[in-house]
């Protein structure tokens, strides 16, 4: 303790860092580790594992096309009112036998038209402020009550989304499918080892990056280096240089936003997507009263305390085993200056909840229900939002989850990387005598989903 101590004194008087990562000096590949220059003097550690395993073509047909109709409006005071067209999703809640997992599953469901739907973008259940008012009669009691009519709003932007996805199984026997992790703030590709060792045993190809200051990728010393827009652009680089045609991108907390962004730019390569500990979809911007404002020298002085109250947080249970878990895996071991600059560079105001309503692609959300930096609210109202979304909460995990609970992790992901929606069966004929029974199709189920204006909107994730 007076080592580090003395160290941490050190580093303050001459504005020096101890834990400064810096690349490995080779650029050749090495037990699956390459070293990317995605610009120049910007290198990143990537670990890329090409298993030798027999390819087997994937039969023609399989899967099923899904429409994704839906059309999104915002009003002025932040409101959206979703609707589906067409197919439409209901929330379905599944419990499992032993109690640890809980599944909420937004799936394909019938297509009824709602008994009435708001015509200003409001929620129906509610009557506040900008919602319908019923005025007092001035007549007679028995005198049927005359409604006022509602006031049209106008919105302020509407966006429409009209595609249509093939969804399908991806196993590891198949070439074309390449599984991308990327990591959060302060963590490294190690934190995927058991992740990228069961995947690449099933003849997956997998592929995990070092963010830029983490893990053995160079160290920036500019703080523009840690913003969301460039950490975005590396990992966009290092998407283009190494994806197949259906890649599946696996996030943790603040990788999430990152994985988002690649599902925007490239909706036709992403089959699939997994948010782990992700959050809510709301824009990102840094906080104002935060102790990652603190010099950078007085955050390294305070860097035992943040190792400590991170293991305190990230972990549920806080043991030799998880202690041993963040030394190898290399969790939590960045340099003051970058920490302080990732949390500083977290503006991100696109990424807000219509950015991920507009979202097409098939999302499995896992959520350790003792973590405590991202609350299982948030991942509901993640999983309202997504058009295809899966919930999954283990009780047993925290913010680390992956690291806690690899076998329940693997299992969920792998479940999710075999699962493809049944083939619709062809219509039925309608029947002569009951022609009543017929229902119409195409019909519009409204979704009014509301915004709440609140300083949760803009957050730090890590």
């Not at 996030?251 to 959050?279: D, R, W």
């Not at 503006?347 to 896992?366: C, F, N, S």
Request: charged fraction near 20%; hydrophobic fraction near 35%; aromatic fraction near 8%.
């Amino acid at each position: 303790m007076l080592t580090s101590f003395m160290e941490n004194l050190f580093c303050c008087l001459s504005s020096k860092s101890t834990n400064v990562v810096v690349p490995v000096e080779t650029s050749e590949p090495a037990d699956g580790y390459e070293f990317v220059e995605v610009k120049p003097g910007r290198i990143l550690r990537v670990r890329h594992i090409v298993p030798d395993r027999p390819v087997v073509e994937e039969p023609a047909g399989q899967g099923a096309s899904i429409s994704c109709k839906r059309k999104i409006t915002v009003y002025r005071n932040g409101q959206l009112y979703i609707e589906n067209l067409g197919d439409t999703a209901r929330a379905e809640v599944t419990s499992s036998q032993n109690g640890e997992t809980v599944e909420i599953e937004l799936t394909d469901c019938d297509s009824s038209p709602p008994a009435s739907a708001p015509k200003d973008g409001c929620n129906t259940g509610t009557a506040g402020k900008d919602g319908p008012r019923d005025e007092a009669t001035s007549g007679p009691p028995e005198q049927p009550q005359q409604p006022k009519k509602a006031r049209k709003r106008r919105p302020k932007r509407t966006v429409v989304i009209d595609s249509e996805r093939r969804i399908s199984a991806c196993k590891g026997t198949h070439a074309d499918v390449a599984l991308f992790f990327i990591h959060g703030v302060g963590g490294s590709l190690d934190i995927w080892g058991s992740q990228l060792d069961f995947f690449s045993r099933l003849g997956y190809e997998v592929i995990a990056p070092d963010l830029a200051g983490h893990g053995a990728s160079s160290a920036p010393r500019i703080a523009a280096a840690y913003t969301f827009y460039a950490l975005a652009e590396d990992m966009r680089l290092i998407f283009k240089r190494y994806a197949r045609r259906r890649n599946i991108l696996i996030g943790h907390s603040y990788g999430v936003s990152f994985c988002t962004f690649l599902a925007h730019e490239y909706p036709e390569q992403i089959h699939k997507m997994v948010m782990i500990n992700g959050g809510g979809p709301t824009a990102l911007e840094p906080s104002l009263c935060s102790i990652f404002n603190l010099p950078t020298c007085v955050l390294h002085c305070l860097s035992p305390l943040l190792a400590w109250c991170f293991l305190k947080a990230g972990f549920a249970r806080q043991g030799a085993k998880e202690k041993q878990l963040l030394r190898e895996n290399n969790a939590f071991n960045v340099s003051s200056f970058v920490l302080r600059a990732m949390m500083s560079g977290q503006y991100w105001p696109e990424g807000d909840e219509v950015y991920h309503a507009e979202l097409t692609v098939p999302i499995l959300l896992v959520h350790g229900v003792h973590d405590k930096f991202v609350p299982v609210e948030e991942d509901q109202r993640m999983a309202e939002i997504l058009l295809m979304a899966f919930l999954k909460v283990l009780h047993d995990g925290s913010h680390m989850i992956m690291m806690e609970c690899p076998e329940a992790v693997n299992t969920l992901l792998h479940e999710f990387l075999l699962w493809e929606p049944a083939t619709p069966s062809p219509p039925k004929k309608e029947s002569k005598t009951h022609p009543e029974t017929a229902k119409a199709t195409g019909a519009a189920q409204v979704r009014p989903v509301t915004t709440n204006h609140t300083s949760s909107n803009s957050r730090d994730k890590t």
